[in-house]
């Protein structure tokens, strides 16, 4: 089984708190900046397995040129415009996607995300 690596990017706040700094200090901007990418951590998933991204982090992020992916979320009841289909897709066969804060699934097929 094929596992896809996603890596994932500490919050800003959680980076200032690990460098032992106040918000309310003054500190490097750029610095904090660096950490951040210093500090990305990477998450490794299967087919069928449910992850998510928390506060703790801005994001996580996909990118693998040699697979195409896709990630699908169920629209939200107000953007529900009467139509048959209540999923909407975002980056169809693409080769990097960004997953922002909640819950996810990598489908059985190993290529489709769903937002959970």
Request: no cysteine; net charge negative.
């Amino acid at each position: 089984m094929k596992t896809i690596e996603i890596l994932l990017k500490p919050s800003y706040h959680r980076t200032i708190s690990e460098l032992g700094y106040d918000e309310n200090e003054d500190y490097n901007e750029n610095d904090i900046l660096h950490q951040q990418g210093y500090n990305t951590e990477i998450l490794e998933i299967i087919p069928g397995e449910e992850f998510s991204i928390d506060l703790n982090y801005e994001n996580g992020y996909l990118d693998n040129p040699e697979d195409k992916y896709k990630l699908i979320f169920k629209k939200n009841e107000e953007e529900w415009d009467g139509e048959n289909d209540d999923w909407e897709e975002e980056n169809r066969n693409s080769e990097s996607i960004i997953f922002y804060q909640g819950n996810y699934i990598l489908n059985e097929d190993g290529v489709t995300f769903e937002k959970i």
